[in-house]
């Protein structure tokens, strides 16, 4: 079982930046990522990162976020630049159970965080 509790959220104007992490109460081998979810949408993937370094965006944050993961401290990090209004969201941590080629796929994931609010206007 892994716990995953996530900080960093908070306000800020558009064009700002905000840099969100993700702790994990142990190591994490396989997929991580960072989802988000609006009131009456579905969650979506923002960032995902596979244990040899692999990443993947969204098209909506390429060139702006950047995920990383590190593995001496258990925390993965999502760096959020040029924010838009349309980036507020819920945003939470997820990582899978086992081995999976590609981390895109949401229902790959068992281990969820609370979340952190990101608010941009």
């Known amino acids: 079982h892994v716990q995953l509790v996530e900080s960093g959220g908070g306000s800020v104007q558009a064009g700002g930046s905000l840099t969100l992490t993700c702790t994990a109460s142990?190591?994490?081998?396989?997929?991580m990522g960072w989802f988000r979810q609006t009131p009456g949408k579905e969650r979506e993937g923002v960032a995902t990162?596979?244990?040899?370094?692999?990443?993947n965006y969204a098209n909506s944050v390429k060139d702006r976020f950047t995920i990383s993961k590190d593995n001496a401290r258990n925390t993965l990090s999502l760096q959020m630049n040029s924010l838009k209004p349309e980036d507020t969201a819920m945003y939470y941590c997820?990582?899978?159970?086992?081995?999976?080629?590609?981390?895109?796929?949401?229902?790959?994931?068992?281990?969820w965080g609370q979340g952190t609010q990101v608010t941009v206007s």
């Open positions: 997820a990582a899978a159970s086992y081995y999976t080629y590609d981390c895109t796929r949401m229902g790959d994931y068992k281990y």
């Open positions: 142990r190591y994490s081998a396989y997929c």
């Open positions: 990162i596979q244990r040899d370094g692999r990443t």
